[in-house]
């Protein structure tokens, strides 16, 4: 017998038996939620390679009693910070070796002694070392510089790297069961909601699957309507989320390599400056999200109406 059943108009009143409010409010949460998640792991990750990369590269070298004289081998006085700096002058071709002036060093520790423009306590000087790209630290270089300048401390900023690697790989972790645990609560949802709306047009289903419907017909009418309430809500969850993202973008920006000219305070945004700040990572997830939850709502709707078929008699 031939599919009579083309059209629309079939008496499965889908709209009743999948209500549009409730689907599409939880899939919004979720979409909101899930919109966070992927924003804090697209940050992590982001955040980690600019952190790590850079403090990979710096060194942070501290030299006591740094303007006391020592004597050379040679029989020459120098003092001990430019016996350091002269050591430092070994380094690999394009190293940039700089000793922070009073005022940096007055700034660098402002936060913890206050003013120290009459502090009685004698600073060491603080040598920053900046190596170029895919070099590395000289494994004797704090042996060296030890035996020529006793007590200075070599400040190996790469630990700081593998921290933050650390932590950035413990936050996508977390982000990835979060996505998970939404993916898991959003095939849950819309399994709940068909399973109520199969319930409801239960004697018409099997009248029409009677008549001829096919099972593809019955399950594609059913996945059509959750697949469009699921887009509706992913995209709905998905704008909501844009916009404590782009206020979390603006608190972030300080720690960035280019903070905004509105980091100093957070009204008024430029909206245009922030989006110009999400990674394109970011920004394709966040697009490909809707799509997705339309996906998760049409495949678990497929999958169960066709389960539910199969037992019909």
């Not at 394009?94 to 700034?107: D, F, K, M, N, S």
């Not at 239960?202 to 699957?209: C, E, G, R, S, Y």
């Not at 678990?300 to 389960?307: E, P, S």
């Amino acid at each position: 017998m031939t599919r009579p059943f083309s059209g629309r108009k079939d008496g499965l009143s889908l709209s009743e038996a999948l209500p549009d409010r409730s689907l599409f409010m939880l899939v919004a949460m979720m979409g909101f939620l899930a919109a966070l998640a992927l924003a804090g792991a697209s940050g992590a990750r982001a955040l980690s390679a600019r952190w790590s990369g850079g403090a990979a590269q710096l060194l942070t070298i501290q030299v006591p009693e740094a303007d006391t004289p020592l004597s050379t081998p040679n029989g020459t006085s120098t003092t001990r910070v430019q016996a350091v700096l002269a050591d430092l002058a070994s380094l690999p071709d394009g190293a940039q070796v700089h000793r922070l002036t009073p005022p940096e060093l007055a700034r660098l520790l402002e936060p913890w002694l206050g003013e120290t423009d009459n502090t009685a306590l004698p600073l060491p000087a603080i040598i920053r070392v900046r190596l170029p790209p895919d070099t590395s630290v000289p494994d004797t270089l704090e042996q060296t510089l030890n035996a020529h300048v006793p007590g200075t401390i070599v400040e190996h900023n790469a630990r700081w790297g593998e921290r933050l690697r650390a932590l950035a790989n413990s936050l996508l972790a977390c982000a990835g069961l979060a996505l998970l645990s939404v993916g898991g609560i959003a095939t849950m949802i819309t399994g709940l909601a068909t399973r109520t709306g199969l319930a409801t047009r239960k004697d018409i289903i099997k009248t029409l699957h009677g008549l001829g419907a096919s099972d593809s017909y019955i399950a594609g009418r059913f996945a059509w309507r959750t697949a469009t309430l699921g887009f509706g809500g992913g995209l709905s969850g998905t704008l909501a989320a844009c916009v404590p993202l782009l206020l979390l973008l603006q608190m972030a920006a300080p720690f960035a390599s280019a903070p905004l000219a509105t980091t100093e305070r957070l009204l008024p945004v430029d909206w245009q400056a922030l989006a110009n700040t999400i990674p394109p990572d970011m920004a394709l997830a966040l697009a490909l999200l809707p799509f997705v939850a339309a996906f998760i709502c049409w495949f678990t709707t497929q999958v169960m109406v066709r389960l539910w078929l199969l037992r019909l008699p």
